[in-house]
């Protein structure tokens, strides 16, 4: 079954301990990105990644670090958590054509709050 | 700046009713427009896309979306309505020369029997 995995899919803990919420597709997809849901602002992006080893920052990357070292994977981490981290976090794949996301496919979320 | 406006926080509309949810959109270049849905507790999912071709486009259970490239809208319409249509509804932009994927604030969509 073509999905998006994600680990935790809750997970409570306290400011400044370092987290990692990991991602995984199965679909062979070029692009990955990562996004946070908060209410009334729609999901905004963190970070994307367009290929192994090829990031770049979302609108909101700041307090946020990712890595693709394998094309399935795409991990989150938060080095330092903070309250204002407290979201629900999505990971999402896609295809990539002319340059631009195609469809995404979603994770079903990570649900995050820092005490 | 780039970006995506969905002007309603709430839709409300009787079952067996149409129903449109509105987007609009300022990007450069030429954009891909697309429609998420998204129910309680789940993860998003696609609806429909435009990205060439016919300015109307159909999608899943029923829904279509009418790109129109002057007023720069993407509204998300369905002939009649249904109580299970009710759900969090996101338009989004992916446009070249960046790779980034925009989001509209969501909207939604009341359906009431």
């Known amino acids: 079954e073509a999905q998006v995995t994600q680990n935790p899919r809750y997970l409570i803990t306290v400011t400044g301990k370092k987290l990692t919420v990991t991602c995984s597709q199965n679909?062979?997809?070029?692009?990955m990105s990562w996004y946070r849901q908060d209410p009334g602002l729609g999901l905004r992006q963190i970070y994307y990644s367009m290929n192994v080893e090829v990031t770049d920052k979302g609108d909101v990357p700041e307090g946020y670090k990712v890595s693709r070292k394998e094309k399935r994977n795409f991990p989150l981490i938060l080095e330092s958590p903070s309250p204002n981290q407290t979201s629900l976090y999505f990971c999402?794949?896609?295809?990539?054509?002319?340059?631009?996301?195609?469809?995404?496919?979603f994770g079903p979320g990570t649900r995050l709050l820092v005490l | 700046a780039q970006s995506v406006a969905q002007p309603e926080d709430q839709v409300n509309v009787a079952e067996g009713n149409p129903l449109t949810v509105k987007c609009t959109y300022s990007?450069?270049?030429?954009?891909?427009l697309f429609w998420y849905v998204q129910y309680p507790n789940r993860g998003l999912q696609f609806l429909l896309k435009y990205i060439t071709g016919d300015n109307l486009v159909k999608g899943s259970y029923g829904f279509e979306a009418e790109f129109n490239k002057s007023q720069t809208s993407f509204h998300l319409k369905k002939p009649s309505a249904l109580v299970s249509d009710s759900a969090l509804y996101f338009c989004?932009?992916?446009?070249?020369?960046?790779?980034?994927?925009?989001f509209g604030a969501g909207t939604r969509l009341f359906v009431k029997a």
């Open positions: 999402a794949s896609s295809l990539l054509t002319s340059g631009r996301a195609e469809t995404q496919y």
């Open positions: 989004a932009v992916s446009y070249t020369g960046g790779f980034k994927t925009i």
């Open positions: 990007v450069s270049g030429n954009p891909y």
């Open positions: 679909m062979n997809h070029e692009y």
